[in-house]
T-cell receptor, first 116, second 114 residues
Framework: GAVVSQHPSWVICKSGTSVKIECRSL??????MFWYRQFPKQSLMLMAT?????????EQGVEKDKFLINHASLTLSTLTVTSAHPEDSSFYIC????????????FGPGTRLTVL | GNSVTQMEGPVTLSEEAFLTINCTYT??????LFWYVQYPGEGLQLLLK?????DKGSNKGFEATYRKETTSFHLEKGSVQVSDSAVYFC?????????????FGKGMKLTVNP
């Protein structure tokens, strides 16, 4: 099946620094990518939807200036957590929807962010 | 609003035991319903889905039936294996602002012992 990768798989950073997480669709073109956040023992919460070549659409309550999303190509989307703080520590998961296939999202393995 | 409630674990079963994971939903309209599975170290994978009432989704021995009258989509498997150890997420797909989005339950961790 389709494969989505994320890099890095985990990252530890100091408070106030910015962290970039990459999401790649390895064997298909993804017109739409989604970014989720998952807290321990909680469900995945959709943060934003990004379409290739256009601005991301953020869910209510998600700060767009804090979580910068770029979807520059059909195989790559990036999430940058700017000026990270300990409360941003979480598990970030991306998914990608194949071009022309509205039914299925393929998920990456997630990135564990720890902000000290 | 749209939400998914699923039984919380963790749950530990012996191999060949019967599995049921309850899932109920709240939604406007008639959403599509999904079960996703996340094996250790991997991303979520679609396990099965149902798009309308009374549909039954099935895959790898797992089954779930879309019950509109009880707004449920319970996951069942007659005989679990060690390889079924994973986290299971129930989800619905909602329409919002011209796009479709997934709403997930909290997930349930299943461990199957030999």
């Amino acid at each position: 099946g389709a494969v989505v990768s994320q890099h890095p798989s985990w990252v530890i950073c100091k408070s106030g620094t910015s962290v970039k997480i990459e999401c790649r669709s390895l064997d298909f073109q993804a017109t739409t990518m989604f970014w989720y956040r998952q807290f321990p023992k909680q469900s995945l919460m959709l943060m934003a939807t990004s379409n290739e070549g256009s601005k991301a659409t953020y869910e209510q309550g998600v700060e767009k200036d804090k979580f910068l999303i770029n979807h520059a190509s059909l195989t790559l989307s990036t999430l940058t957590v700017t000026s990270a703080h300990p409360e941003d520590s979480s598990f970030y998961i991306c998914s990608a929807r194949q071009q022309g296939a509205t039914d299925t999202q393929y998920f990456g393995p997630g990135t564990r962010l720890t902000v000290l | 609003g749209n939400s998914v409630t699923q039984m919380e674990g963790p749950v530990t079963l012996s191999e060949e035991a019967f599995l049921t994971i309850n899932c109920t939903y709240t939604a406007t309209g008639y959403p599509s319903l999904f079960w996703y599975v996340q094996y250790p170290g991997e991303g979520l994978q679609l396990l099965l889905k149902a798009t309308k009432a009374d549909d039954k989704g099935s895959n790898k021995g797992f089954e779930a039936t879309y019950r509109k009258e009880t707004t449920s989509f319970h996951l069942e498997k007659g005989s679990v294996q060690v390889s079924d150890s994973a986290v299971y997420f129930c989800a619905l797909r909602r329409q919002q602002g011209g796009s479709e989005k997934l709403v997930f339950g909290k997930g349930m961790k299943l461990t199957v012992n030999p």
